[in-house]
């Protein structure tokens, strides 16, 4: 799922747990079994509940200033005996602050949740187990190993919860077992299970038939062995530097070999290009998708690999190393050569998490983590195979569509099928496309048609994820090569994107197109394009904007807007933009147009401010607002002031979110709730009631100091009656979920909602789906 890339947790100083079983529906299959539950959290612990339900959608009225909540606070344990209330803290008080990471990883058990929720199809619900082991490797790559090196570089700081890195980490290990030991049972007691149902199998080594042992023998003989370079353990032979993520095993030995060498230890690493997952012939599996893990022929033939040895163990095991860029594009002339050169080392970052077969004897595992010069916390003992990701080859089975979504057809609208002359159509009015529901197509075919145009003269665009095979990039090199003047914006430091990005700007530069790699000390995350098209003598603007990638892929998996408009001021200011970016010179005042790190931020403080002087003065106020992200505590402290003074505040926020909602005093007048379902949640939508005077803008952004203070973004407002109702309407939908939705407690905890009583099922996926896609479907 993730392009871009695929995040909640609590900032506390104790420890946090989750619970520690698997459901009992999940172990036992009970028909009847209560929905996925958490032990009683200890006061101060973030944990994950999922049965309390949704006692009321959210008040869509902007005029009402003093909302019901959204859901009902679940009864924790028997009331306490009355006591003073509590001292209201000051908003700088690091208790009002939940951890960046810890919230992260509080993401990611939503999102393991999803594994058991039998709503969706059996393929997706093991989709998102493994979309939690992906997620998990980036966390330890990037999040990990930043923490990791603040310790390292004596750069401890607190941030606004107070918390030190070192106490960070300790959380982190505590958290991250408890996920992953409930993640494996997940899998071997719930998802494998009900797969074989469907003859799905993955056959381990002990059901074996002399058939299939027969053929696995064939496989490793003529695939296998003829790849694998085994490597023993000697003065001669130091343990090898191993690739990030690899699969590898650890091999224990007894016997004197043709040197007369007796090491005792032996490496197995396995090649990249060997499959993780073999399927089984059905003249030798039976009918059926029968499976065999890579790990399971090494393990059964290892000894065929050190002839004459004795082999007394073999365990397999994966190292993650720090995989973030250390690149300071200060401190570079080339920016593009020096990225290729950090590209190979990041492969060889330092270790910062093992995982390995829980089986593997403590000695062994003891001699690993002192390999990698990791401690016992950063051992992760798994039964099953410690590269999940690499199970993804199997969710899309042709053999099973009654296992997944059912396929749908974004809609494209009516005033743009069949239309040879897009400009026609938005030189007369703004486009608003709400993808993945409304197709991306029209972008595409808006940049084919300017590449073929003889009256177009330069495009303009940026690039941050395009993906492979990008029919945009194919637009933008066509252009180049039919005469027209082509200026590209390429982020090259687009995290796991880089390698693609030099590629297709090296392609982009073949065709004769000019290529920028954005500003120094500050990545260009906006998503925008522009046209320019002589009519009539002149020359005449056309932009788009948007909240997402140009990334055809994701847009059929991501949720983003798209806006395409001839508007004058709008497209002047993404001119502008472009100068900036593309030149140099002061920064241009905007007529319409936010930007990041310039007045996005800044305007954004404006507008809340604006809603509490509103609330103040007893009008009524209201903000909502939905994006990936929430972590700058400037923009916390003010929403806290809001609340203060009266505002209604209902944020959606699908990952992170170091605002803790509910306190008294301080935050009562705040939901917060996250989205997971089919769909990566990623619109940015911002709404300001501005007394009665409303205000809605899309944006690239987060409200996350990195994209505040250290991009290029932009934001944008919707402007027109029936388009503000329109995403107004779309916004809300959201707050009114009853089946996708995770509310935010004041104590860290996320509650899942549920219908209560004769409430119907809301799911603003499945709306949306139903109302805007041909033919209109659930979403489930």
């Known amino acids: 799922m993730n392009s871009e890339g695929l995040s909640k947790a609590d900032g506390l100083n104790d420890s946090t747990a989750v619970e520690k079983a698997v459901v009992e529906k999940a172990v036992t299959g009970k028909a009847g079994a209560e929905k996925a539950t958490v032990e009683k959290p200890v006061a101060e612990k973030a944990v994950v509940e999922k049965a309390p339900v949704d006692k009321a959608s959210a008040d869509k009225s902007t005029a ?13 344990a028997a009331p306490e005996p009355a006591h003073a209330p509590a001292p209201i803290p000051g908003l700088d008080d690091s208790s009002l602050y939940i951890h960046r990471e810890l919230s992260q990883l509080q993401f990611n058990i939503r999102v393991l949740e999803q594994a058991l929720d039998e709503s969706y199809p059996l393929l997706e619900r093991l989709k998102f187990l493994l979309i939690f082991s992906s997620n998990l490797d980036e966390f330890f790559e990037i999040r990990v190993a930043g923490l990791k090196k603040q310790i390292t570089f004596a750069r401890e700081q607190a941030g606004a919860d107070g918390l030190q890195p070192h106490q960070v980490l300790a959380q982190i290990s505590t958290l991250v077992h408890e996920q992953v030991h409930r993640q494996y049972a997940i899998l071997n007691d719930v998802l494998f299970p009900e797969l074989a149902k469907h003859n799905i199998t993955f056959i381990r080594r002990r ?7 027969a ?58 290009l060997l499959p993780r997952v073999i399927k089984v012939p059905e003249e030798v599996g039976g009918p059926g998708d029968n499976h065999v893990f890579l790990s399971s022929m090494i393990h059964a033939h290892a000894d065929d690999l050190f002839q004459g040895m004795k082999v007394k163990g073999c365990y397999q095991f994966r190292l993650t190393r720090n995989a973030d860029l250390s690149l300071d594009s200060e401190d570079v002339e080339d920016l593009a050569r020096a990225l290729r050169g950090e590209l190979f080392s990041r492969r060889y970052g330092d270790a910062v998490r093992l995982e390995v077969a829980d089986t593997c004897p403590a000695h062994l595992a003891d001699y690993l983590l002192k390999q990698f010069n990791l401690s016992e916390t950063e051992l992760y003992r798994v039964n099953g195979p410690v590269n999940l990701t690499r199970l993804f080859s199997i969710t899309g089975l042709d053999s099973h569509p ?23 159509v938005v030189s ?4 608003l496309l709400l993808h993945p529901f409304e197709s991306f197509t029209p972008v595409v075919d808006l940049l084919r048609q300017a590449a073929k145009d003889p009256h177009v003269l330069a495009i303009k665009q940026t690039l941050y994820r395009s993906g492979a095979n990008s029919e945009i990039v194919d637009a933008l090199v066509d252009a180049a090569r039919n005469g027209k003047e082509v200026t590209a914006v390429i982020e090259l430091r687009a995290r796991f994107d880089e390698e693609s990005n030099l590629q297709l700007a090296s392609r982009l530069q073949a065709a004769g197109a000019v290529v920028i790699y954005g500003v120094v000390g500050y990545k ?16 005449v603007r056309y932009a788009h904007l948007g909240t997402g990638n140009y990334h055809a892929g994701n847009a059929r998996l991501y949720t983003d807007y798209s806006l395409i408009t001839s508007d004058d001021a709008l497209c002047e200011d993404v001119s502008k933009l472009f100068s900036q970016l593309i030149g140099m010179g002061k920064t241009l005042r905007m007529k319409k147009l936010l930007h990041a790190p310039f007045t996005l931020k800044k305007t954004l403080l404006d507008m809340i401010a604006r809603e509490t002087a509103s609330a103040a003065e007893g009008k009524p106020a209201h903000i909502i607002a939905k994006f990936n992200s929430l972590t700058d505590p400037k923009i916390i402290r003010a929403l806290y002031k809001a609340s203060q003074t009266g505002v209604r505040i209902d944020l959606v926020v699908r990952g992170m979110c170091c605002l ?7 935050s009562h007048n705040i939901h917060v709730r996250s989205i997971i379902g089919r769909f990566l949640e990623h619109t940015r939508v911002f709404y300001f009631l501005n007394d009665f005077d409303e205000k809605i803008y899309l944006s690239s952004a987060d409200w996350m100091e990195r994209n505040l203070d250290k991009r290029v973004e932009t ?8 388009l503000i109702t329109r995403v107004k309407k779309e916004l809300e939908s959201y707050l009114s979920d009853n089946t996708q939705s995770w509310v935010l407690q004041s104590d860290g905890r996320y509650v899942r909602s549920s219908p209560t009583g004769n409430q119907n099922a809301r799911s603003a996926q499945a709306g949306l789906l139903e109302k805007l896609t041909n033919p209109p479907l659930s979403v489930r």
Request: aromatic content about 8%.
């Open 64 to 76: 009402e200033p003093a909302p019901e909540p959204l859901v009902e606070e679940p009864v924790l």
């Open 215 to 272: 053929w696995v023998r064939r496989y490793f003989r003529d695939e296998i062995a003829p790849i694998i370079t085994p490597i023993g353990l000697d003065p001669t032979h130091p343990f090898p530097l191993l690739v990030n993520k690899s699969l590898n095993f650890i091999v224990e030995l007894e016997g004197i070999d043709a040197f007369g060498r007796d090491s005792g230890l032996a490496i197995i690493p396995a090649p990249r």
């Open 660 to 666: 803790r909602p509910g306190i008294v005093g301080v």
């Open 524 to 539: 260009t995350h906006a998503k925008m394009m522009l046209i320019l098209r002589r009519e009539a003598g002149e020359i």
């Open 207 to 213: 059901y074996w038939t002399t058939k299939l042992k």
């Open 402 to 424: 009654e296992l997944q979504y059912t396929p749908f057809t974004p809609v494209i609208p009516k005033l743009l099928q069949n239309s040879d002359n897009l400009f026609n």
């Open 715 to 722: 934001c944008f407002p919707v402007e027109g009656k029936k």
């Open 428 to 431: 007369k009015q703004d486009i």
